[in-house]
């Protein structure tokens, strides 16, 4: 298994940027497919951004693509998001996952593990 621990939220004005790290236990990081997944206050938790097939194909939501971006770095364990042209609609608790399986890389039920989530709050 792996233990994942986000870091990076904040309070940032819209049309800002932050970047968010999801630090994950073991050696055998590179292994897992890693995910971002945002839960707004009374909404469910939908799927940001993801690795697939090591890291060969990188996801996207519609409602990020061209202003979020994923990366890893295996040497560090880390999962890092950046997170740019920020948007009030963006505000959320902000979790990484990950999962060793080969399931839909965009559902929540594909991952086994979870971080406690990091707080991002853009202002208008």
């Known amino acids: 298994q792996v233990q994942l621990v986000e870091s990076g939220g904040g309070l940032v004005q819209a049309g800002g940027s932050l970047r968010l790290s999801c630090a994950a236990s073991?050696?055998?990081?590179?292994?897992?497919?890693m995910g971002w997944f945002r839960q707004a206050p009374g909404k469910e938790r939908e799927f940001v951004a993801a690795f697939t097939w090591s890291g060969a194909i990188t996801l996207y939501a519609d409602s990020v693509k061209g202003r979020f971006t994923i990366s890893r770095d295996n040497s560090k364990n880390t999962v890092n998001l950046q997170m740019n042209s920020l948007k009030p609609g963006d505000t959320a608790v902000y979790y990484c996952a990950a999962a060793s399986g080969t399931g839909n890389a965009r559902s929540i039920q594909a991952y086994a593990y979870w971080g406690q989530g990091t707080q991002v709050t853009v202002s208008s």
């Open positions: 073991g050696r055998t990081f590179s292994s897992y497919n």
